[in-house]
């Protein structure tokens, strides 16, 4: 696959993924087992058009524009600010849902805080806000490093720097670099994403910051996670929650509407867990993105521009 259509797939399928759950986030899982949400809504818990997309959205597309300039922290948190504050980089030209931990570091930053500094660091702020927003950088590192993370080290701590913009305590750091890790296979054209979390949960067997942590992700391995039934899924605001949640969803289906329905239909925190899913999925499934999903897509133009010019920001060649 051209590195290209890689991109789209993938930030479209986070897009389209969050743009589902919109409409019906904090809705329980029971209520959506009486009515489910089947394909795109208009309205709901937000009151917007079918094909709405937010917060996750909005500061995935920020960091994947950042990025095409490079890696500049500074310029990351800028454009975070200018989405908070003049909503630069929204369907509509307006922020209707933000969360509280993403608040307080663009507070903090807006303060002079230095930008990786802002991130809370405390148990309780685990929140999903990192991890929504995380996949550009997988797709960078991916171009810009080559396909097996060879300085892995260097790796990881851009990818926790970026974390930690907003969420910066370790069980946050980790997540998202799991999630690269299990993009970065998708990338590679591998079918499985475990591959690449092995390899990342060694890396954090070996640091001290991270290893006594390793724990907090027992569930999440091959022979144990798929497995788990439903009801052992969560789907709140958890970081862990949100990243196991995509992962079951995306190791239990084999296309992207099937997985991101699923996804959605767990209910709670359903645009951040749509949006997780759908990253992977996009570059799992690649075109079997539903053209009726994408069809309604706000700013669906702008937003594959945007990920033509990242793309063009690198040399032309394949991903693999």
């Not at 989405?83 to 849902?97: H, L, N, R």
């Not at 980790?174 to 092995?198: D, F, R």
């Not at 992977?280 to 706000?298: F, H, R, T």
Request: glycine content about 10%; charged content about 20%.
């Amino acid at each position: 696959m051209m590195f290209e259509d890689a991109v789209k797939n993938g930030i479209l399928g986070l897009v389209v993924g969050d743009a589902l759950g919109v409409p019906v986030e904090f809705r329980s899982r029971e209520e959506l087992k009486r009515d489910p949400a089947n394909g795109m809504r208009a309205y709901g818990t937000h009151h917007q058009p079918a094909g709405t997309w937010s917060d996750d959205s909005s500061m995935a597309l920020c960091l994947l524009e950042s990025l095409t300039k490079g890696v500049n922290y500074t310029d990351m948190m800028t454009r975070f600010r200018r989405w908070a504050d003049e909503g630069y980089m929204t369907p509509y030209g307006k922020v209707f849902d933000m969360g509280i931990a993403t608040q307080q570091a663009l507070a903090r930053f807006a303060h002079g805080t230095p930008p990786l500094e802002c991130g809370g660091i405390g148990e309780r702020d685990n929140g999903n806000g990192s991890l929504m927003r995380i996949l550009p950088m997988a797709l960078y590192l991916h171009r810009t490093m080559g396909p097996d993370f060879p300085r892995m080290a260097e790796a990881y701590q851009i990818i926790h720097n970026a974390s930690a913009l907003t969420h910066a305590h370790p069980i946050s750091l980790m997540s998202c670099g799991l999630y690269c890790a299990a993009a970065n296979e998708l990338l590679c054209g591998k079918t499985s994403v475990w591959g690449g979390i092995k390899t990342a949960k060694e890396f954090y067997h070996d640091q001290p910051k991270f290893a006594s942590h390793l724990d907090t992700f027992q569930r999440i391995e091959p022979d144990f996670l798929p497995a788990l039934p439903k009801s052992e899924i969560s789907s709140g605001g958890y970081v862990l929650h949100t990243l196991e949640a995509a992962l079951w969803c995306l190791e239990r289906h084999d296309s992207f509407r099937t997985c991101l329905l699923e996804a959605v239909n767990l209910g709670e925190d359903t645009d951040t867990t749509g949006a997780v899913a759908g990253g992977l999925a996009g570059l799992k499934y690649g075109d079997d993105i539903p053209e009726d999903w994408l069809s309604v897509i706000a700013r669906r133009e702008e937003i594959e521009g945007l990920c033509g010019t990242f793309s063009q920001s690198f040399e032309e060649g394949r991903t693999c």
